[in-house]
């Protein structure tokens, strides 16, 4: 039996929840569907990531009017993934922030995620033909750049820790409140997606420097906010486990010399247990063993996802 495509017939709405975290720091979850965030100055708001279509990224703009009407000023995008990065031009006339990898990737492989992420996800896309076209950040920076939010709001930093869900990844990191929004390099409650991943570093020297921040609240890519120094540590802990996992069951498949496919059938076996029933698990898992096993293949940078190999690699795993 050939089992449908990915998420392509996941099609249902996901309840929003619109948090608000310390004073003028909000955050929108929706049940492992990408979440959003946004951070008050004292006259401007930072918006962090952008969704997948303009008019979903209106629809979380209606949202946080209710809260506040200062202009955004600035929209901090943590990584090229289309998901996070399409829905920019609802952000009118606000400066859009990445990291300088970030541009990169947009040039290197920006059309062929978009094709890629569309057919896999197509509930996200809603409204796909307001996207004007990529997305590019008009600011870049390698290590760290901060933004004065003006007043006594203190600043917000926006830090690249090292590589991990993508070779270029920022978290945004709001010491005063220390709540940290951490893009797709921590979720909570939900599978990680590490199709374009390298899992050595993330696994280890870049959730160390996570961690370090000792974050009170966590926004990561999907799933709920954690809450608190155990939650924190918990959602932080889950994504090294989700990530240790899959290194030793796929390293040690690929060290016997066996198939794909046989790596497929252990890593999938060895996280259900206690991974299995979180949102978007077994959409991403083909994709995930797949750029683990070119890792161990000596292939230092992800390939390219297109629309063809995604269907591939589905095929090959998933069927
Ligand atoms: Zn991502």
């Not at 949202?63 to 996070?84: F, N």
């Not at 155990?230 to 010399?257: K, N, P, W, Y």
Request: glycine share 10%.
């Amino acid at each position: 039996m050939v089992k449908p495509f990915a998420s392509s017939t996941d099609l249902a709405d996901k309840p929003e929840t619109l948090e608000v975290l310390a004073d003028g720091v909000y955050a929108l979850t929706a049940e492992g569907d990408p979440n959003v965030g946004a951070v008050e100055g004292k006259d401007f708001v930072v918006a962090i990531e952008a969704r997948a279509t303009p008019v979903m990224a209106r629809q979380w703009l209606d949202q946080l009017r209710e809260h506040t009407d200062k202009p955004v000023r600035y929209l901090v995008l943590t990584h090229y993934h289309a998901v996070r990065v399409l829905g920019a031009a609802a952000f009118e006339g606000a400066t859009v922030i990445g990291h300088e990898q970030m541009r990169a990737l947009v040039a290197e492989r920006g059309k062929e995620d978009w094709e890629s992420e569309a057919g896999r996800m197509p509930r996200l896309f809603r409204g796909a033909e307001s996207i004007p076209g990529l997305t590019w950040p008009h600011l870049t920076f390698s290590d760290r750049l901060s933004i004065d939010l003006g007043g006594d709001r203190g600043e917000l930093q926006l830090r690249y820790c090292g590589r991990g869900h993508t070779e270029g990844d920022l978290v945004a990191w709001l010491p005063r409140d220390r709540v940290l929004f951490a893009g797709d390099l921590v979720e909570a409650q939900a599978a990680l997606y590490t199709g374009d991943a390298f899992h050595a570093d993330w696994s280890g020297g870049t959730l160390d420097r996570l961690a370090a921040l000792a974050a009170e609240q966590v926004v990561g890519g999907r799933g709920a906010v954690a809450r608190g120094g155990a939650a924190v540590t918990a959602a932080i802990e889950q994504t090294r486990d989700f990530l240790l996992v899959m290194r030793d069951t796929v390293g040690s498949v690929h060290g016997r010399g066996e198939t794909l496919r046989e790596a497929f059938a252990s890593t999938h076996a060895a996280l259900a247990p206690t991974y299995g029933q979180w949102p978007i698990f077994e959409h991403c898992l083909p994709f995930n063993v797949q750029r683990l096993w070119d890792e161990y293949d000596g292939i230092e940078r992800p390939r390219i996802w297109t629309a063809e190999r995604d269907r591939e690699v589905w095929d090959q795993l998933q069927s």
